[in-house]
């Protein structure tokens, strides 16, 4: 890939390779966007079947976070970090050690939190070597239970806006992906009535959720074209794409996985056919909500009433579109970017320190 194309082309600021023979690091930190702030996004580990792959992915997901950061209304800015490799192989304390100094060393323009793969273990071990870290034991912790609440409240809001109610009552709701936040999500959704159809490769998470949930196991290849009211994404991204867009039967696209849009494109389609996607990084915005009240001294009651308030950004970004007529995802898109604006006025202000 030509990368200085890529990073011109979505304005990225910084792309940072982190390599150590000793433990076996090869990491990718992605710096987006830092108007706002610093740039903070989870680490992820992945056996990415490609370096360009890895690199690709981390891009996408920086930018990601600067739209939801931006969202959300917090003072961040987006970046992402992914480390190659099998996560059942490669961890430990010396690995991440490693890749806390490379955090170090970018002096506070990255701040790392946990991610897919990565535990609130793992962050403390990176903590041995930064401060620029959140989601600690002891402080804001696991972020995926405010992550997956924060699901839910979107899947209300489309919910309100589709049948005018929140009522799910009877709903039928597809899963793809039973990870912390799915399964948390699918107990929401239980707990509101809703009946369960859910994939995951995990097969033990799979007849879990099939005994304490009463849900319907599908193979994975099945969950697109299951008859449903709502299609909730909870694993990896870009599963819109050519192949399942056409497959969808449902009236709302809302889940938790990032960057379920293979490419813009498929946002259009889904609207042409009458599907309302909930943009993912307002939906799934509850974790970095969650860590971002830890860099403020965190209080967890005052983490969960700005997650509760999901529900009413998926509402403005809904109203944007209709007041438009474009996509949900351009209507989420302006929502950031007009706040992003605003906020690099203020910032421009010169102040003495």
């Not at 961040?76 to 806390?100: C, N, Y």
């Not at 870009?238 to 696209?253: M, P, R, W």
């Not at 494109?265 to 909500?289: A, T």
């Amino acid at each position: 890939m030509k990368i200085f194309d890529y990073l011109e082309k979505y304005d990225y600021e910084q792309l940072v390779f982190c390599q150590d023979r000793s433990t076996g690091l090869k990491a990718v930190i992605a710096i987006h966007d830092t108007t706002l702030g610093p740039a903070l996004g989870g680490l992820r580990i992945w056996n990415y079947e490609t370096e360009d792959e890895a690199i690709i992915d981390a891009l996408r997901l920086a930018r990601g976070m600067t739209y939801k950061n931006a969202a959300a209304g917090l003072n961040l800015g987006g970046g992402k970090a992914v480390i190659m490799g099998d996560p059942s192989k490669i961890k430990s304390e010396a690995l991440f050690r490693a890749f806390g100094r490379y955090v170090e060393g970018l002096g506070g323009r990255y701040i790392t939190a946990e991610d897919m793969n990565t535990t609130t273990q793992d962050m403390s071990y990176i903590n041995a070597e930064t401060d620029y870290v959140v989601g600690l034991e002891g402080k804001s912790g696991n972020p995926s239970p405010v992550t997956a609440f924060g699901v839910f409240r979107g899947i209300l809001a489309a919910a309100n806006e589709v049948w005018g109610c929140d009522d799910l009552t009877g709903k039928v709701v597809a899963v793809q992906g039973l990870g912390a936040v799915g399964y948390s999500v699918c107990q929401q959704l239980h707990e509101a009535g809703a009946k369960l159809y859910v994939t995951d490769i995990n097969k033990a998470r799979l007849q879990q959720a099939v005994e304490e949930l009463g849900a319907t196991a599908v193979a994975p290849d099945e969950i697109y074209k299951v008859d449903c009211d709502i299609f909730s994404p909870c694993a990896m991204g870009a599963i819109i794409n050519d192949f399942t867009v056409e497959e969808l039967k449902c009236k709302i696209v809302a889940g938790s996985a990032n960057n379920q849009l293979a490419e813009e494109r498929h946002g259009d389609i889904l609207r042409e056919k009458g599907i309302l996607y909930v943009p993912d990084f307002v939906i799934n915005s509850g974790g970095v909500i969650n860590v971002y009240e830890e860099l403020k001294g965190y209080n967890k009651e005052r983490a969960m009433n700005r997650a509760a308030a999901i529900y009413d950004a998926c509402k403005k970004v809904f109203e944007i579109s209709k007041r438009d007529n474009i996509p949900t995802y351009k209507a989420a898109e302006i929502m950031a970017e007009e706040r992003i604006q605003a906020m690099s006025k203020v910032n421009s202000l010169y102040l003495k320190k």
